[in-house]
């Protein structure tokens, strides 16, 4: 199976690498618009700051491609939110796969939200055999809002979206990939779809 991950230098490229490597999938790191168009799977990952990040994709074009992807594609954190229509981090504009939008915690509570936090109303075959209250792994200042197309809810500060889906584009919130066997489990499932 062709396995592309993103690479428009906003990534945790290689613990996601190593993650397909323990499925036995050897994952791709690319930013050549032909190779993510015949991927079987596209990952789009993401960690830093929203308006940077997007700024990144404009160069390489990429935020033009993105959104018409007509595989099976997985936002993980940053890479979610940028799927989304609009973030207030660095007030930036989305690419509006989702249509919910992103906010930032209140400093009623320590940011960013770090570490193990559980999940719930999973309704998705991206979450087939993960159960309800899985823990997952989390490093984010930003939540998407809950919407029709939430998939998985946490909670911290407020509820928020853990995972939307629209269509043959997935998200998650947390680090599937440093989320142990519940993680695995949850990026076999996005190999199966």
Known sequence: MNVIII???AGNIQSIQFAFQRLGINAKLSNSIEEILSADKVIFPGVGEASQAMQMLKKSKLDLIIPTLKQDVLGICLGMQLLCKHTEEGNTKGLGVFDVDVKRFSSAVKVPHMGWNTIQN???????????????YSVHSYYASIGKQTIARSQYDLEFSAALQSDNFYGVQFHPEKSSKDGAQLLQNFLNL
Not at 124 to 134: D, R
């Open 7 to 9: 690479d428009y230098g």
């Open 122 to 136: 999973l309704q998705s075959g991206l979450l087939k055999n993960i159960p309800e209250e899985s823990y997952m």
